[in-house]
Each structure stands twice: as structure tokens, then as C-alpha cells.
């Protein structure tokens, strides 16, 4: 038997099970990310992009994070730094206090797999897999055994709306539909952090505002930390803070309610 | 709330647990059985895209075998016709020498090889009647010596394609003529023999050079693109966890099975193309009977290792560089 076979019930759950391991693990730290002095420079031959120029931040458990600013910026810089999807060329990343330049490849591998969740723009969804498999797919890398992920991840799915569609490859979905199974999937291994690049950024309005909801619901129920980079102003409405990004340096940092952003209404 | 991390308290996990480094453990080593099951998957959904890499290898491979197995098969075939040959300018010879064959008593002594059994096919065909044994009552037309019988350097039917009647001499008992086969070959025979076998190694050693190349290229072309088109797959599964160790692994299973089943069927197609283009010039009879089959299926299952071991040496090199990738790197490449 395929150790990602399809369940044959996938509605017959174990909901305390699944309620047990989609707890918020509480490790006593209010904070859960901690950004110092980051600076991050592309090189190319001709010249030198300074993407940062020195962003700090610090989120707080449980917190609904905007990073917005125009298009270059560094949004995406400060995403993948915060994401330990790449190095920064000063500063450190603290994630839930451990400082991640310390970490070796297999490290970082388990942090990923375990801390962070990932939301794309473009979904990548991996679509040789059925959504089922693809929310399970991080469950299998964090040693998970398979019922119990297969579980997990159908009422994973059911959650985020998409219980109709868990045997459906991403192909044979709409572009909302596979942002919701990449949030199921990002949801996996029960992060501390949700980080979102751009999510809604594929999305026409509706479904965009469907998304940001959706995004606010989760982290509202299961207490999930959630910090998007966006230029998306509908988030202005969720967020618990928004930082305002400009040429590398974070600008502003405050509850929408109180920044005067560029561009908002 | 738990208050202990809900991974731990599934089961399966409390071994992970035990290598933690301070905050940070250490990813599992996933059973193998689940990068067959994504390999699998993959091939199956992309089987459009599998089967133009596929393709690609079975090409190279079959080029390699067509070139190899042709080797064979024309060595066979120029062996065989060199051999008839020399039997047609011995039956040729003797029947200048004796009159017709029809009903002539000859006596062999030796061990004939393959060219000499053609000989002695031709003139059983002629009427001769051929016999080892000496004490045989009726009178022996003539003695035909083969080889085994003396110094190890001698000139045989195959090697001698200089038959000449010089080789023949009269025997002590009038009328009778003898025909050896089993003389040492002179100094210039072996030089020549050497010179020619050395030519023929050196022509043998290039083209399979050559062709190993353009295979090799042909290959590692194939699945060079096959993995660097998946370096945004290769960056999603490392966001999601997965250990560099786990992605080689999915790329070797890949390459292997590609490998082994490019090689098969391109070895098949190889054989089957140097023999049916042997078999159309010479003839197919000709081309079954004087084949060395043994030679070729060694070289069929030559080629089809050669086809596993360039598929995954192709194949191992990228995904070590994409196993090795910053995720946003590879997340960002598009090819």
C-alpha cells in the first residue's frame, strides 16, 4: 500500500486526536521572532542592489503581522530572511530565540518543517500530488506516521473550506481554492509562524478578502502567528500591526489605525 | 492548551526529540518508501515530459549499442566470409590437384576450428568423404592437418586468408597429398597479423569513444534539464522540510529508473537496428549463424549499465547543487 494512499473515509476523524496536535505549542516567550540590524545585498557583476539597510523587528506570539511598502521595497527580501529561506549579509533572525545563522542544512530543514509555515503567491502547490498528499507532504517530512497525518490534514482541509476537494489535484482547482489548500499545507506541522508572501497577490478582490479572512480566522482560533508581506491595503484591515517598508528600512510601525500610510483609505 | 509541542505527542516522533540541539532537532530520514512514492507520482503526472527524457536516454543508448553490437555482428560476418573464402580456394586447390571430389576418402588429423568446418562442409558437399580415422581400410585421397597439433603460433584457415599451394605437399606414400593447415606462421604473417590487430583495436577503441561521448552528452543533456525545470518544486519541498538528503534521493531513484528502463529499451532497439542492417546486406542467415550471440548479450547488458550509471551520474550533479540551494534561490530560478 502507498504510504500517501487516499483515505477511505477521510470524514471519519479523530477530532480530539487532531485537536491535540493542532494546539499552539506555549513555550513561555512572548516572542517568536526577533529581526536585529538586517541587511541584505544582491550582488551582480556590474553593480549592487541593497535590498535592506537595516531592518530589526520583533513579533509577539499570536500576532497578525503586515509588511507592506511599494513593489521593491524589500518585502520579499525581508520575508525570505524571516523565513530562514536565506541568509542575511548582516543581522540576525531569532526564531523563538534561536538564532538561525547558528543552524547547519538538516537544522534549518527542521525549522522550517516545524516553526514556519509557508503561503506563496503562486500557491506552489506541488501538482503531482492531490491536496491531501500535499498538506500531508510536510507531515511526512516531520516523521508523522500516516494515518495520523492523513487525519490531520483532511480536517485541515475541511477547515479551510476545501473538505469537497481533498482528492483533487491543484490543477483542477480554482486560484482561492489552491491558496486554501497552501494555507492547510502551511498549517501542516502546526507552526509558531505563518508567513505569507504576497497571498492574495494572484487573487482576484473577492477571493483576496476571502483569503486575508480566512488567514485572520486561523490565526484568531488556533493562535498562529501570522506575518504577511503584501501590498494588498484589505489586510490593513486584519492586521494587528502593520510594518511599513521603504528602501530596505522599515519606516513605520504601529496599529493601522494610527499610521498614516501612503496610499490608504 | 498542551503545553508540550502536539508533534511529540504523536507517535513516532520521540525519537527526533531525543537529538535535539538546544531549541533545534533533527529532521527524521524518511523511509525510502516515500521518495519512491513521490518519484513514482512525478513520473506518472509528467509522463509527457518522462517520456521525452526517457526517449532521449533510450536514443543514446541504442546509438551505443547499434555502434557496439554492429561491431560484433560485422566481425562475425567478416570472419565468416573470410573463412568460405579460403574453403573455396582449398576445394579449388584440391580438386586441381585429385579431380573431382565425388567419392574421395580424405583423413583429418587436428582439431578443426570454425573456418576449417566450413571447409570440410564444402567438400562433404562436393562428395569427399571426410573421416578421422586413420586406419579406415579404403585408400585416403588426401590428409588434411588442422590445428593443436603443433607450435602455438600457426596459421590457420581463418587467420590465413593466404591459402596458398604452397602449403600443400606430397606425401611419402604416392598419391596422396597433404594439406596443413598447422604450419608456424612465418615472421611476416605475424607481423602482419599484429599490425592488423592493432589497427582494428585502435578503430574499435575510437568509434566506442565516440559514441560513449555522444551518448554521455545526449544524457546528461536529458536529465541536466529534467532536474534544473524542478529547482522551484526542489525549493517549495525544502520549505516544507525536506532534508537535502531526501531530495538526492529522489532524483537518484528517478534517474535510476529512467536509466534502466532507456537502457533496455534502447539497447533492444540498438541490436535489432544493427542487425536488421547487417541482415539486409549480407543476408539474415549469414548474420544469425556467424554472430558471437554471447558477445552480444554481454554488450546488451553492458550498455544497459552504462545507461544507469550515466543516467544518475547526469542526474546527481544538479540535484546536489538544488539539494544545496538557499530555498529562496531556488524558489526564484525559473528555466
Known amino acids: 500500500m502507498s504510504t500517501l494512499a487516499l483515505p477511505e473515509s477521510p470524514h471519519g476523524l479523530n477530532h480530539q486526536l487532531v485537536d491535540e496536535l493542532l494546539a499552539v505549542p506555549d513555550h513561555g516567550s ?91 503567491q503562486t500557491y506552489n502547490l506541488l501538482r503531482v500530488m492531490t491536496c491531501l498528499e500535499n498538506v500531508m507532504l510536510p507531515m ?94 484589505k489586510m490593513l484591515q486584519r492586521a494587528d500591526r502593520i510594518l511599513w517598508i521603504q528602501d530596505g528600512l522599515i519606516v513605520k510601525d504601529g496599529k493601522p489605525a494610527d499610521l498614516e500610510l501612503p496610499g490608504a483609505h | 492548551m498542551s503545553t508540550t509541542p502536539p508533534a511529540a505527542t504523536a507517535s513516532g516522533l520521540n525519537s527526533t526529540d531525543i537529538n535535539q540541539v538546544g531549541d533545534i532537532g533533527r529532521q527524521p530520514n524518511l523511509p525510502v518508501l516515500i521518495a519512491w512514492e513521490v518519484v513514482t507520482q512525478g513520473i506518472r503526472i509528467r509522463l509527457g515530459r518522462s517520456l521525452v527524457t526517457l526517449t532521449s536516454v533510450a536514443l543514446g543508448i541504442a546509438f551505443l549499442a547499434s555502434i557496439l553490437i554492429g561491431q560484433v555482428v560485422q566481425r562475425g560476418v567478416q570472419g565468416e566470409r573470410d573463412a568460405r573464402d579460403v574453403a573455396i580456394r582449398c576445394v579449388a586447390a584440391l580438386e586441381a590437384d585429385l579431380g573431382q571430389m565425388t567419392g574421395k576418402r580424405l583423413l583429418t588429423i587436428g582439431a578443426p576450428d570454425a573456418a576449417n568446418q566450413r571447409l570440410l562442409e564444402l567438400l562433404v558437399a562436393a562428395g569427399a568423404i ?33 591459402f596458398t599451394p604452397a602449403q600443400i605437399s606430397a606425401d611419402p606414400v604416392p598419391g596422396r597429398v597433404i594439406i596443413n593447415f598447422n604450419r608456424p606462421a612465418t615472421a611476416e604473417e605475424l607481423a602482419a597479423q599484429a599490425d592488423a590487430e592493432y589497427r582494428n583495436r585502435a578503430r574499435t577503441a575510437w568509434i566506442t569513444g565516440i559514441a560513449l561521448a555522444v551518448t554521455a552528452i545526449g544524457i546528461t543533456n536529458a536529465m541536466l534539464m529534467s532536474v534544473t525545470e524542478r529547482f522551484r518544486e526542489i525549493g517549495t519541498m ?36 544493427s542487425c536488421i542492417s547487417y541482415g539486409v546486406r549480407y543476408g539474415a542467415g549469414m548474420v544469425m549463424t556467424s554472430t558471437a550471440w554471447g558477445m552480444v548479450s554481454l554488450l546488451l547488458i553492458g550498455t544497459v549499465i552504462a545507461s544507469v550509471v550515466l543516467s544518475v551520474t547526469a542526474a546527481v550533479y544538479p540535484a546536489w547543487v538544488a539539494a544545496r540551494m538557499r530555498p529562496a534561490n531556488a524558489l526564484r530560478s525559473s528555466v
Open chain 1, 30 to 120: 512572548k516572542i517568536v521572532v526577533r529581526a536585529v540590524g538586517l541587511t541584505k545585498v544582491y550582488r551582480t557583476a556590474s553593480h549592487e542592489t541593497h535590498a535592506l539597510r537595516g531592518a530589526s523587528l520583533t513579533v509577539k506570539r499570536g500576532e497578525y503581522i503586515a509588511i507592506m511598502g511599494p513593489s521593491g521595497s524589500g518585502k520579499s527580501t525581508l520575508f525570505n530572511l524571516v523565513g530562514a529561506l536565506s541568509r542575511p549579509t548582516s543581522g540576525k533572525v531569532y526564531i523563538d530565540q534561536v538564532d538561525i545563522a547558528q543552524l547547519d542544512h538538516d537544522e534549518l530543514a527542521w525549522l522550517r518543517c516545524r516553526k514556519i509555515g509557508y503561503i506563496f
Open chain 1, 140 to 233: 511526512a517530512f516531520a516523521g508523522l506516521d500516516s494515518d495520523t497525518a492523513r487525519d490531520k490534514a483532511a480536517w485541515l482541509l475541511e477547515r479551510v473550506g476545501l473538505g469537497h476537494r481533498i482528492l483533487h489535484k491543484p490543477t483542477e482547482l480554482s486560484g482561492g481554492q489552491q491558496q486554501r489548500c497552501a494555507i492547510a499545507r502551511a498549517l501542516a506541522n502546526s507552526p509558531d509562524i505563518v508567513l505569507a508572501d504576497e497571498p492574495t497577490g494572484n487573487l482576484d478582490s473577492r477571493t483576496g478578502e476571502e483569503m486575508i479572512a480566512l488567514l485572520a480566522q486561523l490565526q484568531h482560533d488556533l493562535g498562529v502567528t501570522v506575518i504577511s508581506a503584501t501590498h494588498d491595503h
Open chain 2, 130 to 162: 571426410v573421416s578421422d580415422q586413420a586406419q579406415d581400410p579404403a585408400p585416403v585421397a588426401a590428409t588434411l592437418l588442422f590445428g593443436g597439433l603443433g607450435p602455438s603460433s600457426t596459421v590457420s584457415g581463418r587467420v590465413a586468408g593466404s
Open chain 2, 238 to 273: 525544502k520549505c516544507l522540510g525536506a532534508m537535502g538528503s531526501f531530495i538526492r534521493r529522489v532524483f537518484v531513484i528517478e534517474a535510476c529508473l529512467i536509466g534502466v528502463a532507456g537502457g533496455i529499451s534502447g539497447a533492444l532497439l540498438g541490436m535489432l537496428a
